[in-house]
């Protein structure tokens, strides 16, 4: 088994991956799952369930969001929020 991840928007036409993909499509090889972007406040929701809280400032969210350009796994989006007093965002990877 091979999990693999990409964006969809950075797999330009010459990318050497693109062939690759289209043919594991193609074959029936590849179970493809598309994650769509996350809004600001499910941003907010997985914030609050990591530190077991409600009480996120708009700002946090709006701040993390456009950190992690919406992305569910962005691995290093969390690292700048000391500024907002949060000082235990887990990094996974």
Same mark, same amino acid.
């Given at each position: 088994m091979v999990l693999a991840t990409?964006?969809?928007d950075e797999l330009h036409r010459?990318?050497?991956?693109?062939?690759?993909?289209?043919?594991w499509r193609r074959a029936g090889f590849a179970d493809i799952l598309e994650l769509q972007e996350i809004s600001e406040n499910e941003?907010?929701? *997985?914030?609050?369930?990591?530190?077991?809280?409600?009480?996120l400032s708009g700002d946090?969210?709006?701040f993390m969001h456009k950190r992690s350009e919406g992305n569910r796994a962005k691995k290093d989006a969390g690292r700048p929020a000391t500024r907002f007093g949060v000082h235990a965002l887990p *990094?996974?990877?």
């Open positions: 990409y964006r969809n010459r990318h050497p991956l693109r062939p690759t993909v289209q043919g941003v907010g929701d *997985v914030i609050s369930a990591i530190f077991d809280t409600n009480d946090l969210m709006h *990094v996974y990877g």
